[in-house]
C-alpha cells in the first residue's frame, strides 16, 4: 500500500494513523459466520483448496475494510460450484442495536430477485402447455388495457413482460415515495390511467408494473395465488425452507436507509409489497438462494429439484432483450451482463432497507450471492470483487478438466496452404498446436485452433460463433499427401 501524504506529514504521523485504521477495523462489526458445505458437483476438497482459501481471506479483508470505512450495517455472501454451496459467511450486523451477527442463515428482503421467481413459473405453465409466451397477456387478463404509445402498436405478450421489452411504465403508484405498497385491486384501478412510453419491442424499458401483472397471469392460469404457486412449485422441490412471501419472520435482518452525512441510517420498518410481491416481494438467505443458483445448472427433464427442463433453463438464459448501448439486457427473468471477458446471468434488487445482487457465470458453473441490510452497499460492486477472487478461484479448483490428447508429432503434416470457393485457408504449426488463419486478413489476433479429439481428427475451436465453430475436423490423404482438410460439412484443397 502507498500512502499519499501531505509534505509535512512526519513518520511518526503516519504510524498513528495507520494504528488508528487498523483499530477502527478491529473495532468495527465484521466478525464472520462461516459456512461450508459440500453436495455432489465438485471436487470434495475445492473449500480446502489452498488459493481458494487465500482468496476468502483476500475478500474478507476487502469487505472488513468497506464496512468499516462506508458505515455499513452488515453483508451476507455465499459462493456456489455447481450443487455445492462452498463458502457462506456474514460480515457486519443484521441488527445493530442488539448486536446480532450476519450470518448465511439471516434473512434478507430480496427485491427484485423476486422476477427470477415469477419467470420460472411461467415458464413452468409454459411446459405444461397452459400458455404460450407470445401470448397477449389480455388473453388471459381480460381487464388489462393500457393506453398504447401508438395506434398500430399491437397486444403486449407474455415474453415482452418477462424480457422488459412491453415499454410499460416502470411503476404502479407512488409507492417508492410514500412506501405504501398498492394491492391488487388497486392496481387494476391504476392501470386503466396509465400510458405506455414505448411500443411494444422498441426498446428495454424496466418495468416493475410488468412483473406484477406476470405475476397476475400466473395466478389466472395456475389458480393459485402467487405466493402459494412459489411456495409449492419452487420453494419446496428446492427445500427452500427459509424463504418466503412478504411475511415478516424471525431471523429478518433490520433494514437501515442509506447513510447520511451526520453517519446515522434511518431504521426501516417491514413494509409488505401487497399486490407487487410478484415484482418485489420474496424473503430469503444465502443459504436458500444457494439452492436456486445450483438450480440453474442442472440438466433433464422437468420434475422434482429439477424445477424446469434443460431446454427452458437455457431459454431463460438467452437474451431476449439489449439496452441501447448494448451493455446488458435481460433475459427472461434473468439480467444479463458482460463484464470483462465473461457473461453472467443473475439479477439485482433494492427495497427499502436492502440491496442484494446474484451473479451466475454458467460457462464455469460459478456462481455468487451478496445480500446486505442498507441502500447505498453497492452489492453489484461486491458481487463483482467476490467473483473476481473466490468465485475464479474457486472455478479454477473445480475444474474437471478434459483428457488432453497428446501431441502427435505426425500432424504436423496437416500444416499448409488450402483453397476453397470462398477463399484461402492455412494450417500453421506453433508449439505443438495447429491453428488456422486466412492469409489475408487484418491481424492474427484470434486464431481458430485445431484441437485434437483423437482418430487424427480435431475440434474448430473459436473465439466466435460464426463458422463452424464446434465441428469437426479431419484430413483427407492420398498416395501419403494430404490433399484436402474437411470442417463440418464444407472442405478445401489443398495447395501446396
Given at each position: 500500500m502507498q500512502w499519499h501524504t501531505a509534505p509535512t506529514r512526519t513518520r511518526s504521523g503516519l504510524l498513528r494513523l495507520t494504528a488508528l485504521l487498523l483499530a477502527i477495523i478491529a473495532a468495527s462489526p465484521t466478525t464472520p459466520q462461516p459456512l461450508v458445505a459440500q453436495a455432489s458437483g465438485v471436487r470434495a476438497d475445492v473449500a480446502r483448496d489452498p488459493d481458494v482459501l487465500a482468496a476468502e481471506r483476500l475478500f474478507a479483508a476487502w469487505i472488513e475494510g468497506q464496512i468499516a470505512y462506508r458505515g455499513l450495517p452488515g453483508i451476507a455472501v455465499g459462493v456456489v460450484a455447481d450443487q455445492s454451496l462452498v463458502w457462506a459467511t456474514g460480515f457486519g450486523m443484521a441488527d445493530m442495536a442488539n448486536r446480532v451477527a450476519m450470518a448465511p442463515s439471516t434473512r434478507f428482503r430480496m427485491a427484485s430477485h423476486s422476477k427470477l421467481f415469477t419467470a420460472t413459473a411461467i415458464m413452468q405453465l409454459?411446459?405444461?402447455?397452459?400458455?404460450?409466451?407470445?401470448?397477449?397477456?389480455?388473453?388471459?387478463?381480460?381487464?388489462?388495457?393500457?393506453?398504447?404509445?401508438?395506434?398500430?402498436?399491437?397486444?403486449?405478450?407474455?415474453?415482452?413482460?418477462?424480457?422488459?421489452?412491453?415499454?410499460?411504465?416502470?411503476?404502479?403508484?407512488?409507492?417508492?415515495?410514500?412506501?405504501?405498497?398498492?394491492?391488487?385491486?388497486?392496481?387494476?384501478?391504476?392501470?386503466?390511467?396509465?400510458?405506455?412510453?414505448?411500443?411494444?419491442?422498441?426498446?428495454?424499458?424496466?418495468?416493475?408494473?410488468?412483473?406484477?401483472?406476470?405475476?397476475?397471469?400466473?395466478?389466472?392460469?395456475?389458480?393459485?395465488?402467487?405466493?402459494?404457486?412459489?411456495?409449492?412449485?419452487?420453494?419446496?422441490?428446492?427445500?427452500?425452507?427459509?424463504?418466503?412471501?412478504?411475511?415478516?419472520e424471525p431471523g429478518l435482518a433490520v433494514g437501515y436507509g442509506r447513510r447520511m452525512p451526520?453517519?446515522?441510517?434511518?431504521?426501516?420498518?417491514?413494509?409488505?409489497?401487497?399486490?407487487?410481491?410478484?415484482?418485489?416481494?420474496?424473503?430469503?438467505?444465502?443459504?436458500?438462494?444457494?439452492?436456486?443458483?445450483?438450480?440453474?445448472?442442472?440438466?433433464?427433464?422437468?420434475?422434482?429439484?429439477?424445477?424446469?427442463?434443460?431446454?427452458?433453463?437455457?431459454?431463460?438464459?438467452?437474451?431476449?432483450?439489449?439496452?441501447?448501448?448494448?451493455?446488458?439486457?435481460?433475459?427472461?427473468?434473468?439480467?444479463?451482463?458482460?463484464?470483462?471477458?465473461?457473461t453472467y446471468v443473475g439479477h439485482g434488487g433494492g427495497y427499502p432497507g436492502y440491496t442484494t445482487q446474484t451473479m451466475i457465470d454458467l460457462e464455469r458453473r460459478i456462481g455468487v450471492i451478496v445480500l446486505t441490510n442498507t441502500n447505498d452497499s453497492d452489492p453489484s460492486g461486491i458481487a463483482r470483487q467476490l467473483m473476481r477472487t473466490v468465485g475464479d478461484a474457486v472455478a479454477k479448483a473445480s475444474t474437471v478438466r478434459e483428457p488432453v490428447v497428446a501431441w502427435d508429432p505426425a500432424w504436423e503434416r496437416f500444416a499448409g496452404m488450402y483453397r476453397g470457393r470462398g477463399g484461402d485457408s492455412q494450417v500453421v504449426l506453433l508449439n505443438q498446436r495447429l491453428v488456422i488463419i486466412s492469409p489475408n486478413a487484418a491481424n492474427v489476433d484470434a486464431p481458430t485452433a485445431l484441437a485434437p479429439i483423437g482418430g487424427g481428427r480435431f475440434r474448430f475451436v473459436a473465439p466466435g460463433g460464426g463458422g463452424p465453430v464446434g465441428e469437426v475436423v479431419r484430413f483427407v490423404e492420398e498416395n501419403g499427401r494430404v490433399v484436402r482438410m474437411i470442417t463440418g460439412d464444407s472442405y478445401v484443397d489443398r495447395l501446396r
Amino acid at each position: 500500500m502507498q500512502w499519499h501524504t501531505a509534505p509535512t506529514r512526519t513518520r511518526s504521523g503516519l504510524l498513528r494513523l495507520t494504528a488508528l485504521l487498523l483499530a477502527i477495523i478491529a473495532a468495527s462489526p465484521t466478525t464472520p459466520q462461516p459456512l461450508v458445505a459440500q453436495a455432489s458437483g465438485v471436487r470434495a476438497d475445492v473449500a480446502r483448496d489452498p488459493d481458494v482459501l487465500a482468496a476468502e481471506r483476500l475478500f474478507a479483508a476487502w469487505i472488513e475494510g468497506q464496512i468499516a470505512y462506508r458505515g455499513l450495517p452488515g453483508i451476507a455472501v455465499g459462493v456456489v460450484a455447481d450443487q455445492s454451496l462452498v463458502w457462506a459467511t456474514g460480515f457486519g450486523m443484521a441488527d445493530m442495536a442488539n448486536r446480532v451477527a450476519m450470518a448465511p442463515s439471516t434473512r434478507f428482503r430480496m427485491a427484485s430477485h423476486s422476477k427470477l421467481f415469477t419467470a420460472t413459473a411461467i415458464m413452468q405453465l409454459r411446459e405444461q402447455g397452459k400458455l404460450r409466451l407470445d401470448d397477449p397477456v389480455s388473453q388471459y387478463l381480460p381487464w388489462f388495457r393500457v393506453k398504447p404509445a401508438g395506434d398500430d402498436d399491437g397486444p403486449i405478450t407474455i415474453e415482452q413482460l418477462l424480457s422488459h421489452s412491453s415499454g410499460l411504465p416502470r411503476e404502479a403508484g407512488d409507492h417508492w415515495t410514500t412506501m405504501q405498497f398498492p394491492t391488487e385491486a388497486d392496481i387494476k384501478r391504476l392501470i386503466v390511467d396509465r400510458e405506455a412510453p414505448f411500443a411494444p419491442q422498441v426498446r428495454w424499458k424496466y418495468s416493475n408494473l410488468a412483473y406484477t401483472i406476470a405475476g397476475m397471469v400466473v395466478e389466472a392460469v395456475s389458480g393459485e395465488r402467487w405466493s402459494d404457486y412459489v411456495q409449492r412449485h419452487i420453494y419446496q422441490p428446492l427445500d427452500m425452507r427459509a424463504s418466503s412471501v412478504d411475511r415478516d419472520e424471525p431471523g429478518l435482518a433490520v433494514g437501515y436507509g442509506r447513510r447520511m452525512p451526520d453517519g446515522t441510517r434511518e431504521v426501516l420498518p417491514f413494509m409488505d409489497a401487497r399486490g407487487m410481491a410478484a415484482a418485489t416481494g420474496i424473503s430469503s438467505t444465502v443459504e436458500d438462494m444457494a439452492k436456486f443458483v445450483s438450480a440453474q445448472f442442472r440438466a433433464g427433464p422437468a420434475g422434482g429439484r429439477q424445477i424446469l427442463s434443460t431446454g427452458s433453463l437455457r431459454e431463460m438464459h438467452r437474451v431476449r432483450s439489449v439496452e441501447n448501448n448494448w451493455s446488458s439486457g435481460t433475459a427472461i427473468g434473468f439480467a444479463v451482463s458482460r463484464v470483462g471477458d465473461r457473461t453472467y446471468v443473475g439479477h439485482g434488487g433494492g427495497y427499502p432497507g436492502y440491496t442484494t445482487q446474484t451473479m451466475i457465470d454458467l460457462e464455469r458453473r460459478i456462481g455468487v450471492i451478496v445480500l446486505t441490510n442498507t441502500n447505498d452497499s453497492d452489492p453489484s460492486g461486491i458481487a463483482r470483487q467476490l467473483m473476481r477472487t473466490v468465485g475464479d478461484a474457486v472455478a479454477k479448483a473445480s475444474t474437471v478438466r478434459e483428457p488432453v490428447v497428446a501431441w502427435d508429432p505426425a500432424w504436423e503434416r496437416f500444416a499448409g496452404m488450402y483453397r476453397g470457393r470462398g477463399g484461402d485457408s492455412q494450417v500453421v504449426l506453433l508449439n505443438q498446436r495447429l491453428v488456422i488463419i486466412s492469409p489475408n486478413a487484418a491481424n492474427v489476433d484470434a486464431p481458430t485452433a485445431l484441437a485434437p479429439i483423437g482418430g487424427g481428427r480435431f475440434r474448430f475451436v473459436a473465439p466466435g460463433g460464426g463458422g463452424p465453430v464446434g465441428e469437426v475436423v479431419r484430413f483427407v490423404e492420398e498416395n501419403g499427401r494430404v490433399v484436402r482438410m474437411i470442417t463440418g460439412d464444407s472442405y478445401v484443397d489443398r495447395l501446396r
